[in-house]
């Protein structure tokens, strides 16, 4: 068994996106195959707690083609500076800057797989914040940054940007919140949150909105599991 969160599209005044976690049957592998066992086990059991869900898996090991289209290896936007095309990871992991290090910028030019996984990342120190071409960010809201991203990149896919607002649940299932706290998922709904309700706009028009925008609202746990697991 397995415990993992899928993340809701709400429709309260209070948050953005509700979180509610799950145990579910986990099929051991790395295999796409297993994974996407995996990830229907996960759907099945949203799918008996919450019958009327529209479920979109975001990640590469999706069954929808606009899911691993989603996925932030795979999700590109054009710079307006340099005109230069990079994915999402990259953009996150080249603006990380640590206690001994970074920004790592030659990230940028590297594939996603190599820019996540490279060394520097985890011998340079302690995260402290993230400075995207020359503007920085805090690491507090510690989503905002990697979020603010994914938004930005998204939005600009007109096609991606309406498919995905015919779903109201998120999963992703490579995330782990026992090891991290960035989720594309997450993103995905805070994004379709946002433009239902109309304040997509404002929370992309500057930095202070967006991070004002995740600190008060972001999400909400609805499940003390989720929050034991996101607190570690």
Known sequence: MANRPAFFVDDS???????????????????LARRQMSMRSLHDVILRVHPESRILEVSRMSQVNLGVQLSAFNLTFKTAKFGKIITVECAFQASKVFEYGGPFLDLLDKSS???KRDRRLSDAGRLTGFRFFGDDWPNDPPTAFYDWVYINALSRHSDLAS?????????????NPQK????????VALYVSLVKRGELELALSEKSSFIEIVRNRNFVTINQNYKRLFDN
């Open 113 to 115: 797989f190599d820019a």
């Open 163 to 175: 498919a995905v607002t015919d779903y109201d649940v998120f999963t992703d299932i490579a995330f």
């Open 180 to 187: 991290s706290i960035n989720c594309q998922a997450n993103s």
């Open 13 to 31: 005044e209070t948050a953005f996106v509700k979180v509610e976690a799950f145990d579910f049957t986990w099929f051991a592998g790395t295999a």
